[in-house]
């Protein structure tokens, strides 16, 4: 069995490698009319089934039954720029590492079905990543290819209080895998680098509680709250080829923060809506990553900071069947220049959002969403370094991209 105290490079990149993994910001994006606004005001209440996803106190104010059906796609660029290189991981740049990924999720809510109860469910991916690198860029001892998948179901159940104020609550059943893969150097005999995979999955369960106050027919406050998901991915790692090809159980204990949305809509007339959310993620719970097997355990600080979201948005009804939407959303930094890890160049992340929707009113209507996310430079400077001697490099991802396409259909079923 392979020890951790023998592991070599393999137990810092390792951990290195998951707790950049697990840092991606939630998604913004799960192909919901609120998303052609970047979700602006959707946690003070929506006008589909989709409430339930926002903010569970929120089905309250649905009508009838309904039902919502989203499907996209998510295409992600990186292309990295070397500014110093190191005899072991020479310095050719990094490109073409995302890649395309579908999405999906559905809705159904049953408004008042007992007096002032109404209920309702979900499914989707809340949080996710995939990077692709070549095998012989001058990170590839950070990473070489990234997969985290998170997929959620939920149920809800929501409480009018009063005409003015609601409340609920979102239990979840949340299943994760994590699978990374990076170059090991062989430092003593400079022979061609091995390779090193982890790969794990877990299921945990989550919550999100959430309040709306309705202060005038035209203006809703929201107020959620997602708890953390603390995944624990009981997997294997696995070293090869190398001289001595090797196996071990492994457990790895990864966060993903809880955070908090304060959201305000505003009809100002019959054609135009405002909408507006602020936010705080709870990212410093990832200050560390833990890793294990059977015999050994270590640690490493991860140094995440806590993350602000900010986001505002406009609908405009140009006519009696179409609705379009815009929206801007601004997050911060999660993680300082030395923290930072190729395995997800996060950064400051801005997106822009565009939506228009069809027939919203009617038993059946559809749309669609396009949203456009810059997410910074995301400079590396020396994690590198860390690894050993004669490692290194520093550069910036000059490509840092994402689009988000998707379209939904709602059904009112009564």
């Not at 908090?260 to 410093?284: K, P």
């Not at 890890?341 to 801005?350: E, F, H, I, K, Y």
């Amino acid at each position: 069995m392979l020890k951790l105290a023998k592991a070599g490079a393999i137990v810092p990149l390792i951990i290195l490698s998951e707790a950049a993994s697990a840092g991606g910001l939630w998604l913004n994006e799960y192909g919901t009319p609120a998303m052609g606004r970047a979700r602006a005001g959707a946690a003070a209440g929506v006008d589909d089934a989709s409430a339930v996803l926002h903010n569970p106190a929120s089905i309250t104010r649905l009508e009838k039954r309904q039902s919502m059906a989203t499907g996209g796609i998510i295409y992600n660029r990186t292309d990295f720029d070397v500014k110093r290189g190191s005899i072991a991981n020479g310095d050719k740049a990094g490109s073409d590492a995302g890649g395309v990924l579908p999405t999906g999720s559905g809705f159904y809510v049953e408004p008042n079905f007992n007096d002032k109860w109404s209920w309702g469910l979900s499914a989707g991916g809340l949080a996710g990543t995939g990077l692709d690198y070549s095998s012989d860029w001058v990170g590839r001892y950070q990473a070489e290819r990234v997969e985290l998948l998170t997929l959620a179901f939920a149920g809800t159940l929501a409480y009018e209080v009063s005409d003015k104020l609601s409340i609920g609550i979102s239990p979840q059943i949340v299943y994760g895998a994590l699978e990374v893969d990076i170059a090991v150097p062989d430092l003593v005999t400079s022979q061609p680098d091995s390779s090193a995979e982890i790969d794990g999955d877990d299921m945990v369960l989550g919550y999100m509680l959430g309040v709306m106050y309705t202060i005038s027919d035209d203006t809703r406050l929201g107020l959620t709250y997602q708890s953390e998901w603390d995944f624990e991915f009981d997997g294997d790692l696995n070293r090869a080829p190398g001289a001595n090809p090797s196996a071990v159980s492994i457990e790895t204990e990864l966060p993903l923060a809880a955070f908090v949305r304060l959201a305000l809509t505003h009809r100002l007339n019959d054609t135009i809506g405002l909408h507006a959310t602020v936010g705080w993620d709870d990212w410093s719970t990832l200050d560390k990553v833990n890793l294990s097997t059977d015999n050994l355990g270590a640690s490493i600080a991860a140094n995440w900071d806590d993350t602000y979201h900010y986001a505002v948005g406009i609908d405009y009804r140009v006519s009696p069947e179409w609705v379009l939407s815009t929206g801007l959303a601004y997050d911060t930094n999660p993680v300082s220049l030395d923290d930072r890890n190729a395995q997800l160049p996060v950064d400051r992340q801005m997106r822009y959002a565009f939506g228009a929707q069809y027939n919203q009113d009617k038993p059946f209507s559809m749309g669609g969403q396009l949203v456009y996310a810059d997410l910074g430079k995301a400079g590396l400077n020396g994690v590198g370094d860390r690894t050993g001697p004669g490692l290194g490099f520093e550069g910036e991802f000059t490509t840092n991209e994402a689009f988000f396409l998707s379209i939904n259909a709602k059904w009112i079923l009564e």
